[in-house]
């Protein structure tokens, strides 16, 4: 049973076909990275897998269960794009106890087994010590971790991430590489939308790549044991936006 | 006379209560209505009330109840069409603020009372408080902050993060009906005391005064409303002893005590600088580019077994490029 499968996803935004028929699955354990130049339809695939956009066609399922019937929320760890969220001065630590509402009832109090949650989520990302700092006093790399660390808070089996690594610094980049590969050595699902590989690379087990709405590829990014360095050329010169991607997606046009 | 001879009238001492309570609430749900971003809501919600207050004195009945109605009706609209998509939050506020002071003034005109009368609703006139009003005040506030504060953990991720509010299974469009549902009640209760014009003060100066102070969304509520009431009571005090109108003597407080905030805060920032590591944004990071033999990448090269990848190409970028506008 795949954790994610979506077929025939169409979606238009105000009236724009933006999907055109995606076809993606995220499997169990399965790390995929959805790949593809800006404004490809990247977002907008993890937005219609969540619900979070209405779809003019296609089956999605989550965990077995079709969208519209799932409920299961907890099960999934949602990090979006880092500069889209306005935490005002809430702390770290409020930003990922917030995380655990998809297990807590109404009018309740943290339980144990919440604030449990909430520093392993804390300690996971490797923010204990900041866990009081109010959010807007953070670096972007450490409001990523936090972002992280919210959806961690819920002990999800899958986790789905909005260019985590967009706007960070290499340092940055790294720990966050760090965190992912922890993630996936605890056995959960990981589901990245990415703009380029970066330091990602070598956990992905498969890559999807999107141009304008459609899927030009699906499938392991790299064939062990084959890489040559033979047409090595440097790209010193090239546009910030010519990425392994991006690049894909403009030679694909041809 | 004194102020504690003042003080042993009954109407002093239900605008005490009414100040005090408004005070409470204010922050409180302005807290959430700062953190979405949303602070003219309340301002529009305030004029939205005196087509209510005017509506009452045509129809000759009390203004608090009818003005409640009114406002708690204009502000799920407005939300309703906001969760539509139909109007855009700006446009939709222009409407309630002057189609609901027009009306008000329309209605009051017909009811041949004048904007004389209707001005103690605008700016707050602490002899007007009766005791039909305190029993609707109490009971009000009272659901207001159970919401308020024991729906706090949800209200705070909707307000944060509403897309990720979703994914948590929360009913998030359930959740913003009620937040405006309880500005529109806290609004409306605060009218004899602060006034509609002035009653969005009420809700965001205290609040951004906390936040000069407070280290958390939690203590920012905690201390805006500890704000409110101070401000409140304070107003209602020199209000009657210096014979000032309620509202804008509670207001200016407000704003006094938020300058006094500011300036605290300006000068924690100079000894205790922020803790974030502050990194140049240059990144090295590798460039991976794929072409097959021809040099033309399809996408079947990627199935292809001679897939050149090129490491290398040290860039110096500014990263701000990569953000995607949603
Ligand atoms: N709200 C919207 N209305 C209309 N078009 C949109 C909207 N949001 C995104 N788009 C368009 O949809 C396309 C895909 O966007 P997106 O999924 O964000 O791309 P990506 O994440 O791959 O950069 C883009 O061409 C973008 O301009
Ligand atoms: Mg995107």
Redesign the interface.
């Known amino acids: 049973m795949g954790i994610v499968e979506a077929t025939g996803l169409e979606v238009s935004l105000d009236g724009t076909p933006v999907l055109r028929g995606v076809d993606l699955s995220v499997g169990e354990r399965e790390t995929v990275a959805l790949l593809g130049g800006n404004g490809s339809g990247k977002t907008t695939t993890l937005r219609a897998v969540l619900g979070l956009v209405p779809r003019q066609a296609g089956q999605i399922s989550l965990f077995g269960t079709p969208l519209d019937d799932f409920r299961a929320w907890a099960r999934i760890g949602y990090v979006p794009q880092h500069g889209a969220v306005q935490v005002g001065n809430a702390t770290i630590w409020e930003l990922v106890a917030s995380g655990r509402l998809p297990h807590r009832r109404l009018f309740r109090p943290l339980t144990p087994t919440d604030n449990t949650a909430i520093d392993d989520a804390l300690a996971m990302v490797a923010l204990t010590d900041l866990a009081h700092q109010p959010m807007a006093h953070l670096s972007g790399g450490q409001r990523q971790r936090a972002l992280i660390a919210r959806a961690l808070a819920t002990r999800p089996d899958l986790i789905v991430l909005d260019e985590p690594l967009a706007g960070l610094d290499t340092v940055s980049q790294d720990e966050l590489t760090d965190v992912l590969e922890r993630l996936k050595e605890a056995g959960l699902a990981i589901l990245v939308v990415l703009h380029e590989l970066g330091p990602f690379q070598p956990m992905i087990d498969r890559g999807v790549v999107l141009r304008q709405g459609v899927v030009i590829h699906d499938g392991p990014l790299q064939s062990a044991g084959e890489v040559t360095h033979e047409h090595a050329h440097h790209h010193d010169d090239q546009p910030a936006a010519h990425t392994w991607a991006a690049g894909l997606a403009r030679e694909a046009t041809r | 006379m004194t102020l504690a001879d003042l003080f042993s009238f009954g109407f002093m001492q239900r605008a005490l209560i009414a100040a005090l309570i408004s005070g409470l609430l204010c922050p409180a749900v302005g807290a959430y209505i700062?953190?979405r971003?949303l602070s003219l809501l309340g301002d529009g919600l305030g004029h939205v009330a005196i087509a209510g207050v005017g509506l009452a004195m045509l129809t000759g009945t009390a203004p608090m109840p009818v003005a409640i109605v009114i406002c708690l009706v204009g502000a799920l609209a407005i939300e309703l069409l906001r969760q539509r998509g139909h109007a855009t939050a700006d446009v939709g506020l222009a409407i309630l603020f002057y189609g609901g002071i027009s009306v008000g003034l329309l209605l009051a005109g017909l009811a041949g009372q004048g904007a004389g009368t209707l001005s103690q609703y605008l700016f707050g006139s602490l002899i007007t408080v009766t005791t039909g009003d305190i029993g609707l005040i109490i009971g009000l506030a009272v659901v207001v902050l159970v919401v308020g504060i024991?729906?706090s953990?949800?209200l705070?991720?909707v307000c944060?993060?509403e897309?990720?509010?979703?994914?948590?299974?929360?009913p998030v469009r359930l959740l913003n009906l009620m937040i405006v549902a309880m500005a529109a009640i806290t609004v409306t209760l605060s009218m004899r005391t602060v006034g509609l014009l002035l009653v969005s003060a009420l809700m965001v100066v205290p609040v951004a005064a906390a936040?000069n102070l407070?280290?958390?969304?939690?203590a920012?509520i905690g201390i805006a409303m500890a704000i409110g009431v101070v401000v409140g009571g304070g107003g209602t005090l020199i209000s009657a002893a210096a014979d000032t109108p309620s509202g804008p003597t509670i207001v200016v407080s407000a704003i006094v005590l938020f300058a006094l905030a500011a300036g605290i805060s300006a000068i924690q920032r100079r000894r205790h600088p922020?803790?974030?590591?502050?990194?140049?944004?240059?990144?090295?990071?590798?460039?991976?580019?794929?072409?097959d033999h021809a040099?033309?990448?399809?996408?079947a090269v990627?199935?292809?077994?001679?897939?050149?990848?090129?490491?290398?190409?040290?860039?110096h970028?500014p990263?701000?490029?990569?953000?995607?506008e949603?």
Request: charged share 20%; proline share 4%; aromatic share 8%.
């Open positions: 700062v953190q971003r024991g729906l953990p949800q705070f991720s944060v993060d897309d990720y509010a979703r994914t948590q299974g929360l936040q407070a280290g958390s969304f939690r920012t922020k803790v974030s590591d502050v990194v140049e944004p240059t990144i090295h990071h590798v460039v991976a580019e794929v072409t040099g033309s990448a399809a996408p990627l199935h292809d077994d001679h897939v050149d990848y090129l490491f290398g190409g040290h860039r970028a990263h701000g490029d990569h953000y995607d949603h």
